[in-house]
């Protein structure tokens, strides 16, 4: 039985160590609880009767991201990848690429608004122009969702210069 509904009927051969499993219809996060029962097993017509042999189904949710975004810096100084949209309070995985170069990872917990954010290293003007590639994520429950178009360019100016202090003379008053 499935969340207490009327029972079903599954055949298959059970392995040579005793292990038997099925496999679900397609679950949503609404499935998340559910409980599954036991109540039979017959095999060479004999019938055995359980009670409380029940399994509760965990389904977790895809993860998913809205946008990313990076502040912009002057030359020397690091700023700071925002992820947004994300599950709320949920551990994961960031998989990302810096100008389609190798992949890249950062791991952490989303905040309960759903954002999660690292730092860059100190970054040069040649770091100007930069594209941050959100490749995937992935949840520590094993979920993963693939991403396309989730990107920022990194905007490095250079730090400001003085080369002279000028002043003209004034009359007083």
């Given amino acids: 039985k499935i969340g207490g509904g009327p029972t079903q009927t599954i055949s298959g051969t059970s392995t040579s160590g005793g292990t038997f499993s099925f496999v679900t219809p397609v679950l949503n996060a609404m499935a998340n609880g559910v409980v ?14 359980f009670t409380g042999k029940t399994a509760t189904l965990v389904v977790s949710q895809i993860p998913t991201l809205s946008s990313v975004t990076a502040a912009p810096v002057c030359d020397g100084n690091s700023t700071t990848i925002v992820l947004s949209g994300l599950l709320p309070n949920t551990f994961g995985t960031a998989f990302y690429k810096l100008n389609n170069g190798p992949t890249q990872s ?5 905040t309960a608004q759903g954002t999660f954010s690292f730092p860059t290293p100190p970054l040069s003007i040649a770091s100007n122009g930069v594209v941050v590639t959100l490749t995937k994520i992935a949840t520590n429950s094993g979920c993963e969702t693939v991403l396309t178009g989730k990107t920022v360019t990194l905007m490095v100016s250079p730090k400001p210069t003085l080369s002279t202090v000028t002043a003209a003379p004034v009359c007083a008053g």
């Fill in 36 to 49: 599954i029962e036991i109540t039979s097993i017959t095999a060479n017509n004999l019938t055995t009767n």
């Fill in 106 to 110: 950062v791991s952490g917990t989303s």
